[in-house]
């Protein structure tokens, strides 16, 4: 997992094969909810595991069969597992398996269609945010509105070290985002090719919310 040269600062682009290979069954317009839906489970652990790699950890003592030594277990701040509903619902979930002890939180937030604008529906945060790291999860960043009005409203809360996760990403999303919120790292997949005039991530795999509940 890397974060190439032609990659704008502060984003992490999850290059692995297996997260490629998931991701190609992903985009075809051939799989299933089932199956979509698996998969997107199964990239957001993948991604999870890039994001959390600053986690902090502290040496603890604890007896092997063969002997007491000291061995690293996760410290520091607490962990906030925020989705961006309704598509960031499928991430968040899988990575609560990973975390168990996070708190969860949910924005809601529809893009109108005509001005491709967000409009906020709905928030409820942990009561902490302020003293927890934030992993934000919205499979899809796109035109950037929506991960931009998101992570506000976290900074509104308190929040103060918050991670975007997305599935696909494009450069305009991105450019977005970190104009608005340049101390927020983006962990991602994929950079796609861009946005076609219905504001769509292009090749992408469609709309993500419809793929995974089957909606559409």
Do not use: W
């Not at 997107?40 to 007896?63: C, F, K, N, Q, V």
């Amino acid at each position: 997992m890397t974060t190439p040269k032609s990659s704008p600062a502060k984003v992490t682009v999850a290059d692995h094969p297996l997260i490629l290979h998931k991701l190609s069954l992903m985009r075809d317009v051939q799989t299933g909810v089932k199956e979509f839906r698996e998969l997107a489970g199964e990239i957001s652990l993948l991604l999870a595991y890039e994001a959390m790699r600053d986690l902090e950890t502290t040496p603890e003592t604890l007896t092997t069969p063969l002997q007491t030594t000291e061995f690293p277990m996760l410290s520091g701040k607490k962990l906030a597992l925020v989705a961006i509903l309704r598509a960031g619902l499928i991430m968040a979930d899988a990575m609560v398996r990973l975390v168990p002890a996070a708190k969860v939180g949910h924005i809601g937030l529809y893009r109108d269609p005509e001005t491709l604008k967000p409009v906020a529906y709905y928030s409820k945060l942990p009561q902490d945010i302020a003293e927890r790291r934030v992993f934000v999860t919205d499979p899809m960043l796109a035109t950037g509105g929506s991960a931009v009005a998101a992570i506000q409203t976290l900074k509104d809360a308190g929040a103060q070290s918050i991670k975007l996760m997305t599935i696909l990403s494009v450069p305009e999303g991105i450019a977005v985002v970190q104009a608005a919120h340049p101390d927020v790292e983006i962990v991602t997949a994929t950079i796609d090719v861009g946005l076609n005039d219905h504001g769509y991530i292009v090749p992408g795999l469609g709309d993500a919310g419809d793929r995974i509940y089957g909606t559409k």
